[in-house]
């Protein structure tokens, strides 16, 4: 079978209602402009990618504005390393697992806006908020340095 978008955004919207039978745990995603997002994001991986619907500009404002001396911080990767223990425990080192996603690898800067993001609660994930807002930004800026290293 050949998926069109229209097929693939009614199946991402509600899964079960097209493939009732699916053993997909996926509730679906009731956002048109998520789902859009998505669709852009996975034509990324297509070889022969056909025409999409255009969607919104993906550029937004960063979630936090970071003080300057914040972002200047150099990490000490040694201590990164020391402190990264309890990350690991969902974070595989070796990737994602079990919808957790990776964090190996990631901008030192695209890291510390996503930590200070979730310690600010403007990211919801209840567990990732309790971690950063447990931070000093010299930890978050030490596992910054050391998640961004190969």
């Known amino acids: 079978m050949r998926w069109t978008f229209e097929q693939l955004d009614a199946y991402i919207e509600n899964p079960r209602a097209l493939a009732s039978q699916t053993?997909?745990?996926?509730?679906g995603l009731a956002s048109k402009q998520d789902r859009a997002d998505l669709l852009a994001y996975l034509r990324l991986f297509s070889g022969n990618p056909a025409d999409l619907p255009e969607s919104a500009p993906t550029l937004s404002a960063s979630e936090v504005s970071l003080p300057a001396d914040v972002l200047a911080l150099e990490g000490d990767r040694a201590y990164g390393e020391y402190l990264a223990s309890e990350c690991l425990t969902c974070h595989q080192m070796q990737g994602s697992s079990k919808g957790v996603p990776s964090i190996t690898g990631w901008?030192?800067?695209q890291f510390l806006v996503a930590m200070h993001a979730y310690k600010q609660k403007k990211r919801p994930n209840a567990i990732m908020q309790m971690m950063a807002g447990r931070l000093a930004d010299e930890e978050i800026?030490?596992?910054a340095a050391y998640f961004a290293s190969p």
């Open 141 to 143: 800026a030490a596992l």
């Open 23 to 27: 053993s997909m745990g996926f509730a």
């Open 107 to 109: 901008p030192q800067k």
